[in-house]
């Protein structure tokens, strides 16, 4: 009986311990890898934690009702403030968003379904990721040779198709991958219904692919906001409000650039003022992106 309890019973191996030993060589050079990100990852910190809170301390000291709607100051005036180039710098933008949205969805429609395999679509697609690495004083250069040139003013117009021109490839490539990440078999079921193809595209696509469209113009408008080249060639400046779109209007970065360069601490005061200003713009496009690509997850 013993003989044969013992040839039933399962052997026996001798299992490795789960426990995890920290003077283990995988693990001491996990724990000494993982603080060497951190430590590099705070030291790449610092120089834009340094800048905000230069930003906070310097701008924040001269923020108020006053600077954000009185007018700049001449030379050696006191006060002021720059409420006229937030208006310029809000309209261009709008301008420039009114032009790249509709192009760039009705490009990214032909890309990502009607076309996309077709010599004129590589060719866009190609030229699009180029222009996204595109100079933006180039595009400055261009709107005034087409716009300011041929009208004979600086205008809101050439500000907001210069800045248009630098948001259409981004605007273009980020709807183009949103719709490409619309499930296959949601548009067959369409197609299987009945529906026309600009059924499918108004119906299912678009709305499906709406959060990462969304993304994408809100990353682009974010950075148009902060550029400053292709004003200088376009818009220019102007120490009022503006009373038509065609002439010359201010903005928030070439004030910046104008102040910065003052010898008067009234200007420096208000520069750092307006640039902490341009950088709350910015971060609330780029917190609504993150927030409008977090429901696309989601959903």
Do not use: H
Request: charged share 10%; net charge negative.
């Amino acid at each position: 009986m013993n003989q044969l309890d013992e040839q039933v019973m399962p052997p026996q191996f001798d299992l490795p311990s789960l426990e995890r030993n920290a003077l283990e060589w995988r693990a001491l050079k996990n724990t000494l890898l993982t603080g060497l990100v951190w430590v590099l990852a705070v030291i790449a910190s610092i120089p834009l934690f340094s800048v905000i809170y230069m930003l906070i301390v310097e701008g924040g000291a001269r923020l108020d009702m006053e600077a954000i709607t009185a007018l700049p100051p001449a030379g050696f005036e006191m006060g002021g403030g720059f409420g006229n180039a937030i208006v310029g710098t809000l309209v261009m933008v709008g301008i420039a968003a009114a032009i790249s949205i509709p192009l760039g969805t009705m490009a990214a429609i032909y890309l990502a379904i009607l076309d996309p395999s077709s010599k004129l679509a590589t060719t866009s697609r190609f030229l699009a990721k180029v222009l996204t690495g595109f100079p933006s004083i180039l595009a400055g250069v261009f709107i005034y040779a087409v716009l300011v040139v041929t009208t004979g003013t600086y205008s809101a117009w050439a500000g907001g198709v210069a800045l248009a021109v630098l948001m259409l490839p981004t605007v273009t490539l980020a709807a183009e991958e949103a719709m490409k990440q619309v499930p296959q078999k949601m548009k067959d079921a369409a197609f299987g219904m009945g529906c026309t193809n600009t059924q499918v595209i108004l119906k299912v696509v678009l709305p499906t692919g709406l959060p990462g469209i969304l993304t994408g113009v809100i990353l682009a408008v974010a950075g148009a906001a902060g550029e400053s080249a292709p004003l200088l060639f376009t818009a220019l400046f102007s120490n009022y409000y503006m009373a038509e779109l065609a002439e010359p209007t201010a903005s928030l970065s070439i004030l910046i650039y104008n102040f910065s360069g003052m010898p008067f601490d009234n200007q420096i005061e208000l520069a750092w003022a307006a640039s902490l200003v341009l950088v709350m713009i910015v971060l609330i496009f780029n917190v609504l992106a993150r927030v409008v690509g977090k429901s696309k997850f989601k959903d």
